[in-house]
């Protein structure tokens, strides 16, 4: 599996005893724990979001170079109908 992913899934992991202690033993500053790792996390995700956008633009722009196809519009881009049906 990616690293990525295992990385995710350690953090994630590590935030089971600050859970236990806030919720169901009411350990405020495990709260306050919490609350600062749910916001590294919130980097980390924003990171992989990032990676993700760069890996894909980055195989779209081979897939580009490996085999362009003549005669095909980029994507997003509507070709104009030439013939009509009225």
């Known amino acids: 599996m990616h690293h990525r992913f295992q990385q995710l ?3 994630v992991n590590s935030l089971e ?3 236990r202690k806030f919720y169901e033993k009411g350990v405020m500053s ?7 790792k749910m916001q590294e996390l919130r980097k980390l995700a924003q990171e992989i979001r990032v990676e993700i956008q760069q890996v ?3 195989k779209k722009g081979v ?3 490996v085999s362009p196809e003549a005669g095909t519009e ?3 881009e509507a070709k ?4 009509t049906t009225e």
Not at 30 to 36: C, H, M, S, V
């Open 80 to 83: 104009p109908e030439s013939e």
């Open 17 to 19: 005893d600050d859970f």
């Open 30 to 36: 495990a709260g306050t724990r919490l609350r600062k």
């Open 74 to 76: 980029p994507e997003g």
């Open 9 to 11: 899934q350690e953090f």
């Open 63 to 65: 897939k580009k170079e």
């Open 56 to 58: 894909k633009q980055e």
